[in-house]
């Protein structure tokens, strides 16, 4: 049973409306360990014929049919397989791929079969050895002769064990020396049981063969048997074909993006900054809003819950916006039932009372006067970090605010000498309301016990001892009207302050509470939403970078349309070809975010060594989200940058790939 029958070829091409015949019927059988030579001049249909029986085109009437099958009903994958078991091509401008070196191009052939990665380098290497080229296995293509490019290209069409050799002029650039040994090496391949079809115009070439097909305007005019096929072993092939697989292409494209690193290396910085800005800013976001939380805890305890009674008058309803300002709120005292009522309530650590009275209050001290409109008890809700100096008060002692010391004592003040003030008395005075309310003026020698920073809290604050006392022997009322409900924990102050603004008595709302809870929200909003503003500008000049990496890959597909008709020729599928430069743009955009985040890195230690000593702090913040959300960004920037690129390499016509200069 002949390998291989051509049943009626037909095939023609068309300028408008006008057809050309190219091939006119041909007929013919040819048997396994035959070395069968087409021999015609140019323009006959040998090379048309050629590219019909290899697979490459499909646009003919009649039908090849190998071992008996017939190809013209495959599909396109079948065919892809047929290249890959079946057919193994030598071109005559050998068609290597110039960024690999000999073994590689060996092994672009293996890699599309069963064989392990060790095995295919031992074939590649046997092969090597088999076309007399191992000990120039490593040399790229540019630095062979013609000769030695030819015998590459023979082991490459034997990489795979094809059952049919297709060899398109492969003479045609040798030199006589080289063409008989390239010769040699066909006759060898027919003798081990292979049917190898060789295209040519020289009778020379010809004469090697066990058989001449003349072929001449598309038609055969002779057929001459010099001897018999040649013995075919019976051998059963040692592996199997399969599909590129997505690591293999995966490789393929990262030895192409090296090979051209320098370009790549440009693309990459000009896709980092980018990258870069948007990494660093959003690590100033997170830097930013850490560095001013820290700073407003590090004033008032985020644990604690401020609390004071709604009017019952303007109480009306859920709307905590309808009722009293807080400081309006803080005339009402606070029972021990309602207390109890708090203290009750799941994750509350404990409950600790407080005064608080609103009015004109001064500080008189050696003559100068400031002035506040609150004195109030000290409260758990301030950190003992917010002290400048000295301490919290105790019996008849007070705390002031830096800005009162710089009234009391300006050069003290300037020197930062807090010490000058602490221990020194000062004139208390404030008005508040009596029990009959009346109008009451209250006048207190203090002690100041320590200088408070001025945030979180304004006024003047002493102990509730202190301010009970006083109240009491002015006949004010000294019960409790702000309460500080100390949270177990951090994350349940929000729910904890919800419960207790949900607390009625009389289907009437109790409290209204604050906590610095939402100015830490507030602050976490802002430096977030200036952040991502921030980032979103940088990220801008991505859109650049798509351009850029599109043009890139156009340019890497026109420059590489040859590899891709080789490719296509060995059994490449044409979703290889597309994944091949859509892997090439992704590794492009991977070095694009490494780099970014190299720079980011950089800029964060020198941005916060910079500001070390002004801030106290690292402004600047990158965490692993930051990096993580970057390698997206350029993953996803290149896949958009690849799809057309990709798409156009894998609808070309094979046959003009390797047609292509």
């Known amino acids: 049973?002949?390998?291989?029958?051509?049943?009626?070829?037909?095939?023609?091409?068309?300028?408008?409306?006008?057809?050309?015949?190219?091939?006119?019927?041909?007929?013919?059988?040819?048997?396994?360990?035959?070395?069968?030579?087409?021999?015609?001049?140019?323009?006959?249909?040998?090379?048309?014929?050629?590219?019909?029986?290899?697979?490459?085109?499909?646009?003919?009437?009649?039908?090849?049919?190998?071992?008996?099958?017939?190809?013209?009903?495959?599909?396109?994958?079948?065919?892809?397989?047929?290249?890959?078991?079946?057919?193994?091509?030598?071109?005559?401008?050998?068609?290597?791929?110039?960024?690999?070196?000999?073994?590689?191009n060996i092994l672009i052939s293996l890699k599309m079969t069963s064989l392990s990665e060790k095995e295919r380098m031992e074939r590649a290497l046997e092969l090597t050895k088999q076309v007399g080229l191992y000990e120039h296995r490593k040399k790229k293509p540019a630095q062979l002769s013609g000769g030695q490019k030819q015998r590459v290209a023979i082991a490459r069409a034997l990489a795979s064990?094809?059952?049919?050799?297709?060899?398109?002029?492969?003479?045609?650039?040798?030199?006589?020396?080289?063409?008989?040994?390239?010769?040699?090496?066909?006759?060898?391949?027919?003798?081990?049981?292979?049917?190898?079809?060789?295209?040519?115009?020289?009778?020379?070439?010809?004469?090697?063969?066990?058989?001449?097909?003349?072929?001449?305007?598309?038609?055969?005019?002779?057929?001459?048997?010099?001897?018999?096929?040649?013995?075919?072993?019976?051998?059963?092939?040692?592996?199997?074909?399969?599909?590129?697989?997505?690591?293999?292409?995966?490789?393929?494209?990262?030895?192409?993006?090296?090979?051209?690193?320098?370009?790549?290396?440009?693309?990459?910085?000009?896709?980092?900054?980018?990258?870069?800005?948007?990494?660093?800013?959003?690590?100033?976001?997170?830097?930013?809003?850490?560095?001013?939380?820290?700073?407003?805890?590090?004033?008032?305890?985020?644990?604690?819950?401020?609390?004071?009674?709604?009017?019952?008058?303007?109480?009306?309803?859920?709307?905590?916006?309808?009722?009293?300002?807080?400081?309006?709120?803080?005339?009402?005292?606070?029972?021990?039932?309602?207390?109890?009522?708090?203290?009750?309530?799941?994750?509350?650590?404990?409950?600790?009372?407080?005064?608080?009275?609103?009015?004109?209050?001064?500080?008189?001290?050696?003559?100068?006067t400031a002035r506040s409109q609150t004195i109030m008890s000290w409260t758990p809700m301030i950190q003992s970090s917010s002290l400048q100096a000295g301490s919290k008060p105790k019996g008849n002692q007070i705390v002031i605010s830096e800005l009162d010391m710089k009234k009391f004592d300006p050069k003290a003040y300037e020197a930062k000498d807090w010490n000058a003030v602490i221990g020194k008395n000062v004139k208390v005075s404030f008005q508040t309301l009596d029990e009959n309310n009346s109008p009451v003026t209250i006048t207190q020698e203090m002690e100041i016990s320590g200088i408070l920073q001025e945030i979180p809290v304004s006024g003047v604050i002493t102990s509730v001892e202190a301010l009970e006392t006083m109240l009491k022997a002015n006949n004010v009322e000294a019960m409790p009207n702000t309460v500080y409900v100390t949270v177990t924990e951090t994350n349940h102050v929000k729910e904890v302050s919800n419960k207790i603004n949900a607390i009625k008595d009389n289907d009437k709302l109790v409290f209204a509470s604050a906590n610095i809870g939402s100015m830490l929200d507030t602050i976490t909003n802002i430096t977030g939403i200036v952040s991502t503003v921030l980032a979103a500008i940088a990220g801008i000049s991505l859109i650049v970078s798509i351009f850029m990496i599109v043009v890139t890959t156009y340019m890497s597909v026109a420059e590489r349309t040859k590899e891709i008709g080789v490719l296509r020729a060995l059994g490449g599928r044409r979703k290889d070809v597309s994944r091949m430069f859509t892997a090439e743009s992704v590794i492009l955009g991977l070095a694009s975010a490494g780099i970014a985040i190299a720079f980011a890195y950089a800029g964060q230690g020198i941005v916060n060594k910079a500001l070390h000593s002004l801030v106290g702090g690292n402004?600047?913040?990158?965490?692993?989200?930051?990096?993580?959300?970057?390698?997206?960004?350029?993953?996803?920037?290149?896949?958009?940058?690849?799809?057309?690129?990709?798409?156009?390499?894998?609808?070309l016509n094979t046959i003009e790939a390797l047609a292509a200069d």
């Open 1 to 104: 049973m002949p390998v291989l029958e051509l049943k009626n070829i037909r095939k023609s091409y068309f300028l408008g409306k006008e057809e050309f015949p190219v091939l006119k019927g041909i007929n013919l059988e040819f048997e396994r360990g035959d070395f069968v030579s087409l021999l015609g001049e140019s323009g006959g249909g040998k090379s048309t014929l050629m590219n019909i029986i290899g697979g490459l085109d499909r646009e003919y009437d009649g039908d090849v049919v190998i071992d008996g099958v017939a190809q013209k009903t495959k599909k396109e994958k079948d065919m892809d397989a047929y290249r890959r078991d079946t057919i193994g091509f030598i071109f005559q401008s050998f068609n290597l791929i110039n960024y690999l070196s000999v073994l590689d």
């Open 161 to 368: 064990d094809p059952e049919i050799i297709l060899a398109d002029e492969p003479t045609g650039a040798l030199d006589s020396q080289n063409t008989k040994e390239v010769l040699a090496l066909l006759r060898q391949i027919a003798q081990s049981g292979k049917t190898v079809i060789v295209v040519t115009h020289s009778q020379e070439v010809a004469d090697y063969g066990t058989r001449t097909i003349r072929l001449a305007d598309g038609q055969i005019t002779g057929d001459e048997r010099a001897k018999p096929a040649y013995p075919v072993p019976h051998e059963i092939k040692p592996f199997q074909t399969k599909a590129l697989s997505y690591g293999d292409v995966v490789k393929t494209a990262f030895k192409h993006f090296t090979n051209t690193w320098k370009i790549n290396l440009l693309i990459a910085l000009g896709t980092a900054i980018g990258l870069f800005s948007v990494i660093f800013f959003l690590g100033l976001g997170t830097g930013a809003t850490k560095y001013m939380n820290d700073q407003v805890t590090s004033l008032a305890n985020p644990n604690i819950i401020s609390v004071v009674k709604r009017d019952p008058i303007n109480n009306q309803g859920e709307d905590t916006n309808e009722a009293f300002s807080m400081a309006q709120q803080a005339m009402l005292s606070i029972s021990e039932d309602n207390i109890s009522k708090l203290k009750a309530l799941d994750n509350v650590k404990e409950v600790n009372e407080g005064i608080t009275k609103v009015g004109v209050v001064s500080l008189d001290y050696g003559g100068q």
């Open 619 to 651: 402004i600047v913040q990158i965490t692993l989200g930051h990096i993580v959300f970057a390698v997206i960004i350029a993953v996803i920037i290149a896949l958009l940058s690849s799809f057309a690129p990709a798409a156009r390499a894998a609808r």
